[in-house]
Nanobody, 122 residues
Framework: QVQLAESGGGLVQAGGSLSLSCAASGRTFSTYAMGWFRQAPGKEREFVAAISEGGRFTYYGNSVKGRFTISRDNAKNTVYLQMNSLKPEDTAVYYC???????????????WGQGTQVTVSS
């Protein structure tokens, strides 16, 4: 069982940056691949980024590639999402999730956090 808690959301102007964190409970964090997803009002959940168990491999959604960076610190049981050059269309609730395998498919993620709101003003 893994419990996840996101933090770091907030309001930022377009072009600005935010850093999200996701703290995980349990001693098996390093055995899970981690991902970030987002969901805007009236829209489907969207894949943002994923990172493999050891952090060697990362993968990004097309809409954030080159602007967002996912990373993890297994010693701290934490995964991060650095978001730069933010756009109003990045406004959404951001969720971190844990999966038993490195994937960008939401249905393969077993554990989810409660989400943190990110709002980008124009």
């Amino acid at each position: 069982q893994v419990q996840l808690a996101e933090s770091g959301g907030g309001l930022v102007q377009a072009g600005g940056s935010l850093s999200l964190s996701c703290a995980a409970s349990g001693r098996t964090f390093s055995t899970y691949a981690m991902g970030w997803f987002r969901q805007a009002p009236g829209k489907e959940r969207e894949f943002v980024a994923a990172i493999s168990e050891g952090g060697r491999f990362t993968y990004y959604g097309n809409s954030v590639k080159g602007r967002f960076t996912i990373s993890r610190d297994n010693a701290k049981n934490t995964v991060y999402l650095q978001m730069n050059s933010l756009k109003p269309e990045d406004t959404a609730v951001y969720y971190c999730a844990a999966a038993g395998t490195y994937t960008f498919t939401a249905t393969r993620y077993n554990y989810w956090g409660q989400g943190t709101q990110v709002t980008v003003s124009s």
